[in-house]
Every structure is written in structure tokens, then in C-alpha cells.
């Protein structure tokens, strides 16, 4: 009895392996394809991450890995200790969390308006003007930020001085109180078009004879809107908004650095800049790697918790 088993084995074994390359050969083109990426992703995202030792050791490039002197966690005790870290800290949650609060108002606001346009060449004018801001590197950008706010001839201080809301032009770029919302305002007025496309997108795949039964019944432009393009777009709302959970520490680098100047820097310095001042200006890789880390592990934490959250609530999940 023992062998008719032993055959049904061996035949189901023989036939996996046909099934196998069978796979691999119709696939194989896809396949060659991938290894670019895959090959991209290796070197650039996980061959990196043996640098992660830096954060571990009192780094110092003339030495060998075998040389290096290992601390353990001391880098880690100086950050959560030291003032200037807990600083930029702040500020990068603070104003990550502007850009992402005006990002979504701003975009989802932005397309079902955009939606509720009629005229098609005029939606598409308007469309393809709002989006090429994005196109644009952020040097040019705050370039037109700085020139706006500027109180020799600024857009900004014109205006208001003409519609009497201030006598005199304000110094926009050196009052701390002001550094955040500009930073919200630069970042809105540059992706709130490209950010708004993934919310047209899905508003088009919302069954239109919803918003036909809606009129039948009374319904107005803001009723359909409220009840149906909203609830619509709700899963893609929830998805990206897991997705930029993860990036909380990514307030930004080339704004900040930018319009950023003495009398603000208690306010405009991001962990990045915290990076690049520790790791290349005073040559502290440690306690550049150290910061690194932090970040990386708490966009994880974050992104687990969030899809955990959604998960338990019953709403879509990214993971």
C-alpha cells in the first residue's frame, strides 16, 4: 500500500516542478524586465542599511569597520536628550502636520469643485495650470515665495497695504510665528493640483446613476456632493492618508533650508537639516545615522498603527 502513495508523490512532485517552469518560462520576460528595479532597490534601499551600524559605533572614516570603537546606544541617549534635536523635532512634526492637514482639505476640496465644473476646456485650463506648479524645483519656488514676501516691492505687502489690513510691509520671512504657514502655503500652492488628480480619479469610478437618483429625489449640487462624492472617494481618502502617516518626519529639506535664516532658526531647522549639519558640516556620521534611524522607525510604527486602526474600524488597509 505503501507505494501507490509514494508514486501519487513523486507524480505530484514532478508535476509541481513542470507548473514551476512552466511559470518561470511564461513569465521570464516580465521577469527580465524587474531585474533593473530589483537590482536598484538592493543597492540603493537595502545595501544602505549596513551603514546603520554608524549609529552604533563613535564613527571615524580613516578607520576600519574592525577598528571602529562600538558605543552601543549612546548616540541614541544624546538625542532624546539633547535640546537642539528635541527643537527640530518640533519643527518637523509641526510642520509636517500642516502639510499634511492643508494637503488633503485643500486637494479633496480642490477636485470635487473641480468636478462640479461643467465646461470641459475650462476644467481642463484650470486642471493643467493648477498642477505644473509641481513641476517646478523647489528652488524656483522659494525663489517666488521670498519675491512675494518681500517688503521692497512684495506682492504680499502691496496688497494688504492697499486693502488697509497692515500700514506698514511685514518682515514675513523673519517673524518665527510666520515660518510654519508659509512653509503650509508654499507646499499647497505647489502639489494642491497634482495632489488633487488620484481624487478625480476616483470620483469618475462613482456610479453616476447615484447622483441622477439623488436629483430625482431633491437632491442639490452640495447635498450630491456631501453625501455621495465624498463617501465616494472615502477608501482613497483613507489609504493616502495612511501613506503619508508614514512620512510625519518628512516636513521637508529644500524650503526650510532655503527661506530659513538666523533670526528663524529656531523654528525652520527639520530633522534633515539637523542630519546634514551633525553628519557633513561637523562630521558626527553617528549621530547623523542615529537621527536617520529614528525617523525610518517611527514612519514604520506609524504606518502599522494607522493600517491597524483602519483595520479595526473596517475601512480600507494599505497592508
Known amino acids: 500500500m505503501a507505494k501507490p502513495v509514494d508514486a501519487l508523490a513523486v507524480k505530484a512532485t514532478v508535476q509541481a516542478k513542470k507548473t514551476r517552469r512552466k511559470f518561470f518560462k511564461n513569465q521570464s520576460q516580465l521577469m527580465w524586465m524587474s531585474l533593473p528595479v530589483l537590482l536598484y532597490v538592493m543597492v540603493f534601499s537595502y545595501y544602505p542599511i549596513w551603514g546603520w551600524t554608524m549609529a552604533f559605533q563613535n564613527y571615524r572614516p580613516a578607520k576600519t569597520f574592525a577598528q571602529q570603537e562600538w558605543v552601543g546606544l549612546k548616540q541614541f541617549k544624546f538625542l532624546f536628550t539633547d535640546d537642539g534635536f528635541l527643537r527640530v523635532l518640533r519643527n518637523t512634526i509641526g510642520m509636517s502636520a500642516i502639510n499634511m492637514v492643508l494637503g488633503f482639505v485643500t486637494a479633496i476640496i480642490f477636485a470635487i469643485l473641480l468636478n462640479e465644473v461643467k465646461n470641459k476646456l475650462f476644467k481642463r485650463s484650470i486642471q493643467t495650470i493648477s498642477y505644473l506648479p509641481h513641476f517646478l524645483s ?83 449640487r452640495y447635498h450630491k456632493m456631501w453625501y455621495i462624492t465624498l463617501p465616494g472617494i472615502k477608501s482613497i481618502v483613507i489609504i493616502l492618508l495612511i501613506m503619508n502617516l508614514g512620512w510625519i518626519l518628512e516636513a521637508g529639506f529644500e524650503v526650510q533650508y532655503l527661506l530659513g535664516n538666523g533670526v528663524v532658526v529656531d523654528w525652520s531647522e527639520t530633522i534633515d537639516i539637523f542630519v546634514l549639519k551633525y553628519g557633513l558640516k561637523q562630521g558626527n556620521y553617528s549621530l547623523a545615522t542615529a537621527a536617520g534611524i529614528f525617523k525610518t522607525v517611527v514612519s514604520i510604527t506609524l504606518i502599522y498603527a494607522a493600517n491597524t486602526i483602519a483595520k479595526r474600524f473596517g475601512e480600507e488597509r494599505l497592508i
Open 138 to 220: 523647489w528652488i524656483i519656488v522659494t525663489g517666488i515665495v521670498a519675491s512675494s514676501l518681500s517688503v521692497d516691492g512684495g506682492i504680499v505687502n502691496e496688497v494688504l497695504m492697499k486693502l488697509g489690513i497692515i500700514n506698514e510691509p511685514i518682515l514675513w520671512l523673519s517673524e518665527p510665528k510666520y515660518f510654519w504657514g508659509i512653509v503650509g502655503a508654499s507646499h499647497v500652492w505647489k502639489e494642491v493640483g497634482w495632489n488633487a488628480i488620484i481624487y478625480l480619479a476616483a470620483i469618475t469610478s462613482i456610479d453616476p446613476s447615484l447622483y441622477e437618483a439623488a436629483e430625482i429625489d431633491g437632491a442639490n
